[in-house]
């Protein structure tokens, strides 16, 4: 397959699986039911294990604030945390430091081998971390994006990376999100058009130039 880099060499990028999306019984912004939680983390384990056999390195990017001001500098969620109704009311009390949430459910987490960032404070997980460095120093140039949410923190890394000139794969089953189905479709569509290959995790683990 032409992925549009002259040799592969890949990493899988698993973004916000942690207690504070994924896990309900503790969640403050979390998917709509624990069933969608089940399923998307049960693709992504999927993916994460062929991965290391295949000794692609898999990068775990968690939100996490040490305090409220942190949050609030951002104007547009300061209006989320006024509106009961949005999704995201709970912003200011999402993964402060030391938070439940602030854990990578144990599904998807490799501790011996993955490699954690947890200094993502935007939905662009460029921004604020050091996984461009992170990247570039192991010579990666292909990321297989997974996570939450489809339409946010998904989307505007895809957005990013391929603006670093990243060759970008979105397993369409590793990816969901606590909106709108809808919303997850749209990311997607944006994404195929313009940013990057959508793909199942089977058609993934078929790429030879993965292998």
């Known amino acids: 397959m032409n992925l549009g880099v002259d040799k592969v060499k890949a990493a899988a990028i698993a ?37 290391r056999q295949q000794d692609i390195p898999v990068i775990h990017l968690m939100t996490s604030y040490r305090d409220v001001s942190e949050i609030r500098s951002n104007p547009f969620w300061r209006t989320r945390a006024d509106d009961p109704n949005a999704t995201r009311k709970n912003v200011e009390r999402h993964n402060i ?34 996984l461009d460095f992170t990247l570039k120093a192991h010579g990666i140039n292909t990321l297989l994006i997974t996570g939450v949410n489809t339409n946010s923190c ?13 060759a970008v794969i979105v397993p369409s089953d590793c990816v969901d999100t606590m909106d709108d189905p809808s919303l997850h479709d749209a990311a997607l569509l944006c994404i195929r058009t313009a940013l990057g290959f959508v793909m199942t995790t089977e058609e993934i683990m078929l790429i030879p130039e993965l292998k």
């Open 154 to 166: 998904v989307l505007s890394t895809v957005a990013a990376a391929c603006s670093r000139d990243y």
């Open 97 to 130: 430091q030391g938070s439940v949430g602030c854990n990578v459910m144990p599904q998807v987490i490799d501790h011996d081998k993955d490699w954690v960032i947890n200094t993502k404070k935007r939905y662009d997980c460029f921004i604020g971390s050091d």
């Open 15 to 51: 973004i916000d699986f942690h207690r504070g999306h994924m896990d309900l019984s503790v969640a403050t912004m979390p998917v709509k039911t624990q069933a969608q939680a089940d399923k998307v983390l049960a693709s992504a384990s999927k993916l994460f294990n062929w991965c």
